[in-house]
């Protein structure tokens, strides 16, 4: 999911840019939102890592307490 975010942001950032230049509203709204996806799916993938490492503390916590 990191690299479909990273390759979002890039297409998003360049199409932002090609809308810009050639006075293209469509595909500089185009390129904001699809930028916009990249920033979300980074987010999304923070809150999977943390809910994850969470998830690797509380099993710690309930094998020390089996031992």
Do not use: R
Request: glycine share 12%; hydrophobic share 35%.
């Amino acid at each position: 999911m990191a690299e479909d975010s990273q390759f979002d942001k890039a297409a998003g950032k360049a199409k932002e840019f090609a809308g810009k230049v050639t006075g293209d509203k469509d595909l500089e709204a185009e390129g904001k939102l699809q930028n916009l996806e990249g920033k979300v799916g980074d987010v999304l993938d923070d809150v999977k890592a943390g809910a994850k490492a969470v998830g690797e503390k509380i099993k710690e916590v309930f094998d020390k307490d089996d031992k």
